[in-house]
């Protein structure tokens, strides 16, 4: 009987990973998040039970789930338990496990724990006849270089990713292939690339109806216009800080919303000048996960300016009250002109 059950939860959510990254992906989280007792009763049975094939399998395929639903901690502890059964499973499971908690660790900001997993993963994924396991292994070396800072050291592993993903055509990993290596881009200057890989992104994501990393996308061409020296003073309807902020917000995504806002509607406007109140850095503080490092390079700029800008007793009275700021009331000062 609890074996039919584990099967049962592997199939549903394999199922539901299918559609990660597509307008699909909104019901079947809810669907897993409601299943969710029972997706950790499956995973508890096989890692007890030894079964290490259907815990990878399982486990594997709920990474998504459990990074789009804020469930870092608890997905990290679910597939080291399964990636330490023994005796192993596949090589194939076991590359899609270690590639889904290298990017739960990452979003955790434990860039050393993802280190040592692409140290595994490589090696492994290149042993695979599946090129998406190579383009997912490349895609952890070169966020790892990125984390780090060593943008220049970035660019071959996610060129080799992209290039991969174009000979396998249009899919959210191509799309997220060129975010990746627009953001390595931008960071070492390459700002004409960076500016066509950026757009290609959000075209490829917006193809597929995710508005979660169209966003991201566009938050990311803010960051390109910041460099540039050409933001607009921004408007709801023209900045693209604003619209990732209201595309975050209007489906649903309220995590995210919430760190678009603190990470980079402000510090865009701030490029001409500082605001009228710098409350959006206690926003910042109090909403966001860990911040990515290589945002954090470009948005602290701008943060640092805007401190200086403003009077000291201003800035303590300001940040107060953004400490205070319920999330709706967040996300509406975000999407609101700066005065």
Not at 33 to 49: C, K
Request: proline residues 6%.
């Amino acid at each position: 009987m609890l074996h039919r059950h584990a099967e049962y939860f592997v199939s549903m959510a394999e199922a539901a990973g299918a559609d990660f990254g597509r307008a699909a992906q909104e019901p079947s989280f809810r669907v897993l998040e409601t299943e969710h007792d029972n997706l950790r009763a499956a995973l508890g049975w096989t890692i007890g039970r030894h079964q290490a094939e259907p815990a990878l399998r399982l486990a594997g395929a709920l990474w998504q789930f459990w990074m789009s639903q804020g469930h870092h901690s608890e997905g990290r502890m679910w597939l080291r338990r399964a990636m330490a059964v023994e005796p192993a499973g596949s090589t194939r499971a076991r590359v899609k496990a270690l590639w889904g908690t290298a990017w739960l660790a990452y979003h955790q900001g434990h860039y050393d724990e993802m280190e040592e997993l692409s140290e595994e993963l490589l090696p492994l994924a290149r042993t695979q006849s599946e090129p998406i396991d190579l383009r997912n292994a490349l895609t952890v070396q070169g966020m790892v270089a990125m984390a780090r800072g060593r943008y220049a050291e970035a660019l071959a592993p996610l060129r080799e990713a992209l290039d991969i993903c174009r000979r396998l055509g249009p899919s959210w990993l191509l799309a997220t292939s060129l975010l990746n290596l627009g953001m390595a881009s931008l960071h070492v200057g390459e700002t004409g690339s960076a500016s066509k890989l950026l757009a290609e992104a959000r075209a490829q994501y917006d193809l597929l109806g995710d508005r979660h990393f169209s966003a991201r996308a566009i938050q990311q061409s803010g960051h390109l216009a910041l460099v540039l020296g050409t933001t607009p003073q921004p408007s709801p309807s023209s900045s693209p800080a604003s619209a990732c902020t209201e595309t975050s917000a209007t489906c649903g995504a309220w995590p995210r919303a919430c760190r678009v806002c603190a990470h980079a509607t402000r510090p865009m406007a701030w490029s001409n000048g500082p605001p009228a109140s710098p409350n959006t850095e206690a926003i910042r503080e109090r909403l966001a996960t860990r911040p990515l490092p290589f945002d954090r390079d470009l948005t602290d700029r701008y943060l640092a300016q805007a401190r200086t800008a403003v009077d000291h007793d201003m800035w303590r009275a300001a940040t107060a009250k953004g400490r205070a700021m319920p999330l709706d009331q967040a996300i509406e000062y975000c999407l609101m002109p700066p005065d």
